[in-house]
């Protein structure tokens, strides 16, 4: 029997959510750049910007940067509602979990919309945008996660640690973005290096960074040493390790340079995602299913001559 992996529209969903992966991480990334250019106002209404879908005399950098914001969050969800439905139709040749995923992705990308709109609305309130952020996150990792789902044959087990030290990890560096995430919001790192205010939030978001790293290590050096099937997995576990020793030079750069280099920002926040983005599918990748193939028995002639006497 052919597995459900291998047929052209399970191929096809999952060259798409890949695409999606990238699409997420970039809205992410345009996000904080928003954010960093101070540009979160720059289109004062909501859905669209200065009461047109593309703005014209009033075009410059920060709108550009709103503008595009949500044009990538309209497209993820034009392609996610594309993906519920062929989920739904082609539902036979696909798995029959797909289309409660796809349903769910479209609820998120609508709650992630609403966010926005509050974001705007409600003019950028801390506790707003942290959420905004902790949705795009969770759509990173379930988009990544489905993409290994719908590209890998795998339907074995992996080791028994593998899913509680992924998921460890996987949450620990989430629970650092959205501590970043508040911590920036709240501008409580301008105003700590400024004046000595709200630095708890600085503190707490540098005195997690070292067990959080200390999390994805201990997961990376556990699989190498365990080899086999996990060992296999190094391109995604040296991924990882390159991304959190990324993560942390960068933040410790930024704190250095006073947070006055938006691109050193804008990156920090890219790596974290893309951090999000290869645990996820290390948290759901399984190694193939290998069925025991009973060995035929195979008698010798030979031996059977001398009962003929």
Request: charged share 10%; glycine share 8%.
């Amino acid at each position: 029997m052919m597995l459900a992996a291998t047929t052209p529209m399970r191929r096809r969903l999952g060259r798409l959510t890949a695409h999606l992966v990238v699409a997420v991480i970039a809205l992410v990334v345009i996000g904080g750049a928003t954010r960093v250019m101070e540009a979160g106002l720059a289109c004062p209404d909501w859905p669209l910007c200065y009461g047109t879908f593309l703005p014209g005399r009033q075009m410059n950098l920060q709108v550009f940067l709103e503008w595009f914001h949500r044009l990538d969050a309209f497209v993820i969800g034009i392609a996610l509602v594309v993906m519920s439905v062929v989920s739904v139709v082609r539902r036979r040749s696909l798995p029959r979990w797909l289309p409660w995923m796809s349903g769910l992705l479209v609820l998120l990308v609508v709650l992630q919309g609403g966010l926005g709109a509050l974001t705007v609305l409600q003019l950028l309130p801390s506790g707003v945008v942290t959420a905004h952020l902790a949705l795009a996150l969770t759509l990173v990792a379930l988009l990544s996660g489905l993409t290994q789902r719908l590209l890998q044959s795998g339907e074995g087990q992996p080791p028994w640690w593998w899913r509680p030290l992924s998921a460890l990890a996987l949450v620990g560096v989430v629970s650092q973005c959205l501590l970043g995430a508040r911590m920036a919001t709240s501008w409580a790192a301008q105003r700590c290096l400024a004046g000595g205010e709200a630095c708890r939030w600085l503190v707490w978001h540098r005195s997690a960074a070292t067990p959080v790293a200390g999390l994805v290590l201990l997961f990376v050096v556990v699989a190498l040493l365990a080899g086999g099937w996990s060992r296999r997995q190094w391109p995604l576990l040296l991924s990882a390790v390159l991304l959190v020793a990324t993560q942390v030079s960068l933040g410790i750069t930024t704190l250095r340079l006073g947070l006055d280099q938006p691109l050193v920002t804008v990156a920090h926040q890219l790596v974290a995602a893309l951090l999000v983005g290869v645990l996820a599918a290390l948290l759901v990748r399984c190694p193939a299913f290998v069925a025991a193939v009973p060995c035929p028995v195979v008698l010798d002639d030979s031996s059977l001559e001398p009962c003929h006497g």
